[in-house]
């Protein structure tokens, strides 16, 4: 597993941000903050990953101002009286030397996959649908999508008054932003929906443009984007390389300096057909076709696809030396790492030196623990 890793680590200039390397850690919910604040754990449990060399943390989602905008109870609100323990975090990543960032989110009417849950406001989506033919919950209001993207603006606003270096926007697996890019969740004949994956974009869009006026030109933006669905893994927003330039162009012309691209396995082309089968992954379309910077995610450093948690497999350290081909034919600019910094904090120390043996297995186990 020998691998000369020098590429991960160039330093990367975003706006107003520099990041030491191209190492990120990927969102991934933890479900430890009682009844929706965070305290001293969390600060410890990123200074930790900052301590290992991460170069951009990015925290598992953040809920905006909505009234059921989280589908668990301990999932962090970013807003009211529980903004003010972020500032902790945020201090002790930039004491361990990383930046951070946070990822804002509104769950639409995704359930929790992990408990039986119910929040006390119904649930909103652009359709009142869940899935394709699956009714829950409200079908949103063009008043209740405009408070929505006030309350996105104003999360971001907050981070950058926290000191967050830059802010993420969560549009991708099943949850709210993705259920309007969804034809099978957005059914609406207003502005908001529509037979075109680009007028379905419009909510996203708007969210946006409403951040980058309230942030100002410099402050990093990036948002989270995925053709798969929790509610299908097989699903797929667009098919061909002019749907994807339609769906994800105008979303960078409103503001988005930073595609985050969620695939299940990092390594598969996203159009074999276009490329063959040693070609361009998601991020490294959405690179080429927006100009934008992009983060590729998915199953890195370990042997096993992601959705294996939710079978209760574990996954073994793999090789890192198609990450390290890709990463230095620049076909995307960021890596984000998941689970393999839950049972590795010093992942990116390890890689950087050659300790590919040190590296530690992930058991789902690891999910019980918050260190």
Same mark, same amino acid.
């Given at each position: ?8 680590? +160039? ?21 430890f903050a009682i009844d929706g604040a965070v305290g001293a754990a969390h600060a410890n449990y990123y ?33 009211? *009286? ?6 902790d975090v945020v201090g002790a990543v930039h004491g361990a030397g990383g930046a951070i960032a946070p ?14 849950? &119910? ?13 394709? *033919? ?7 209001? &063009? ?10 603006? +104003? ?25 309007? %890019? ?25 969210? $946006?443009?409403?951040?980058? @006026?309230?942030?100002?030109? *410099? ?22 390389? !002019? @749907? ?25 082309? !996203? %159009? ?9 992954? %998601? ?11 992009? $983060? ?23 090789? $890192? ?10 076909? %995307? ?31 789902t186990d690891a999910l019980a623990q918050f260190v």
């Amino acid at each position: 597993m020998a691998c000369n890793a020098d590429v991960l680590f +160039r330093p990367l200039r975003i706006g107003s941000m520099t990041l030491k390397n191209r190492i990120v850690m990927a969102p991934m919910t933890r479900g430890f903050a009682i009844d929706g604040a965070v305290g001293a754990a969390h600060a410890n449990y990123y200074r930790k990953r900052a301590e290992g060399g991460v170069g951009l943390v990015v925290t598992e989602g953040v809920v905006v101002d909505r009234p059921a905008s989280r589908n668990e109870p301990n999932v962090p609100r970013f807003y009211g *009286d529980d903004l003010e323990g972020w500032g902790d975090v945020v201090g002790a990543v930039h004491g361990a030397g990383g930046a951070i960032a946070p990822q804002i989110w509104h769950t639409g009417a995704v359930r929790s996959s992990s408990m039986d849950w &119910e929040p006390d406001f119904t649930v909103e989506s652009p359709s009142g649908l869940i899935a394709p *033919d699956q009714v829950r919950g409200d079908t949103m209001s &063009e008043e209740a999508i405009a408070d929505t993207v006030t309350a996105f603006a +104003r999360a971001a606003a907050d981070a950058k008054r926290l000191g967050f270096d830059c802010v993420e926007v969560h549009g991708a697996h099943g949850y709210l932003v993705d259920q309007f %890019f969804w034809a099978g969740t957005n059914l609406r004949d207003d502005r908001y929906g529509g037979p075109t994956l680009k007028e379905r974009s419009r909510f996203a869009a708007e969210i $946006i443009a409403t951040i980058r @006026a309230e942030v100002g030109p *410099d402050y990093p933006l990036i948002l989270r984007v995925s053709q798969w669905k929790q509610q299908d893994y097989s699903a797929r927003l667009t098919q061909t390389l !002019e @749907a994807m330039a339609d769906w994800l162009v105008p979303l960078v012309e409103a503001g988005v300096d930073v595609l985050h691209c969620s695939q299940r396995r990092f390594w598969e082309p !996203e %159009f074999p057909e276009a490329d063959g089968a040693q070609g361009l992954n %998601f991020a490294g379309w959405a690179k080429k076709l927006t100009g934008a910077l992009t $983060i590729s995610v998915g199953s890195v450093g370990l042997d096993g696809d992601f959705l294996q948690v939710f079978k209760g497999q574990h996954s073994e350290p793999a090789s $890192i030396d198609s990450l390290v081909e890709r990463m230095e034919r620049d076909e %995307f600019d960021m890596i984000a790492i998941g689970r393999a910094l839950i049972t590795n904090p010093d992942w990116a120390h390890k890689a950087q030196t050659g300790r590919f043996d040190e590296m530690v297995p992930f058991s789902t186990d690891a999910l019980a623990q918050f260190v």
